[in-house]
């Protein structure tokens, strides 16, 4: 990981560093995560795995831009109010999605939907590296005329 003040403070060109980072991990195990259910596409009690981010990133990138509630603890048995999550916080998370079968076999792995999904990762990993690479471009134009 690059180190250096600019990466440690909240400015946007962090924070766009931090996100697309961020992205690109989990595009990378949610590749693992597809190539595994391709692979297992025929395999008897298989489960499909699918990786969770960007529902609980929106959900707490929502929650920086509203808004805070004041609270106001009047009782030691009143609840403290839920720390806030920071978006630098929020992780991948592989689930296993139980509550379909798609064949007899209870395997619930749909192969087009898997090439689907594999196609939509790839071109969001080349989105983000895009991303990145204009990033880092600019960086290095701002430092080159400094």
Known sequence: MLQGNVFLNHSPYARTVRLSQMSLGTSSLRHQAISNNISNVDTPHYKRKMITFESELNRV????????IPFKITSTRHLPPEDPKHYYDVTSNIL????????????????????????KNNLHYGAVTTIMTNSFGRFRSVLARA
């Open 96 to 119: 296993e999605e139980y509550d379909t079968n798609y064949k007899n076999d209870k395997n619930n792995v749909d192969i087009e939907k898997e090439i689907g999904d594999q196609v």
């Open 61 to 68: 990138i929502a929650k920086e831009k509203a808004p805070p």
